[in-house]
């Protein structure tokens, strides 16, 4: 396992961790309004408990959400089973996709939060497994803090230079803009980057 489910104990305690807002992040609830996310198989890597999951299950989508952490997946699946939803949860780590998922399944990825949790070498190791679970012409969209927030609270910052050196050479990078990132720790929401990037 590339990364034990010890690490992330912490993070869910009695009460949510600073990211569970306890609805769908914003920024994702814009590419579903927008139309960016197109009708297919979706896949939520780093799920967390299921808000951003189970909104696109509402929408009409056909939903995958994997996280490391057993006890989000367990409050996941409950939160589905009472908004009466559909939407196949997963224990396992999002840079070992190939152990739960075919080559090619998927007609896009989500990521709301877990790029800007890895080091530099995981990051490559992060792209690889999108790469091969998205088909061909498939869209990867990518939200997390941006290196314009300048609090000090909150996981590792990202840059547009690092999204681009990490998903360039498999993908086509459509666009990186600025957004938030909502948080129980702030109500305006964390400074981010929301991505959007297609297999090449």
Known sequence: MVRHVSYWKWAYPSSPPPWDIGRPQPAIVGLVRSGEIKPGRVLDVGCGTG??????????????????????????????????????????????????????????????????????????????????????????????????????WGPRRVSKNEINQTFSPMFRINYIRETRFGSRLNDKGAKAYITSAKVS
Do not use: W
């Not at 090619?104 to 690889?128: C, M, P, W």
């Not at 091969?132 to 941006?146: A, E, I, P, W």
């Open 51 to 152: 808000n951003n999951a189970i909104l696109l299950e509402k929408s009409g989508f056909t939903i995958v959400g994997i996280d490391i952490v057993p006890k989000a997946i367990q409050i996941a699946r409950t939160r589905a089973i009472e908004q009466n939803t559909k939407v196949d949860f997963l224990v396992g780590s999002a840079l070992e996709l190939d152990l739960h998922s075919r080559k090619k399944e998927f007609d896009t990825v989500i990521d709301s939060g877990f790029f800007h949790t890895l080091s530099d070498k995981k990051r490559t190791v992060f792209a690889g497994q999108i790469n091969r679970v998205l088909r061909k012409g498939g869209n990867y969209f990518m939200l997390c803090f941006s290196d314009k927030e300048r609090s000090d």
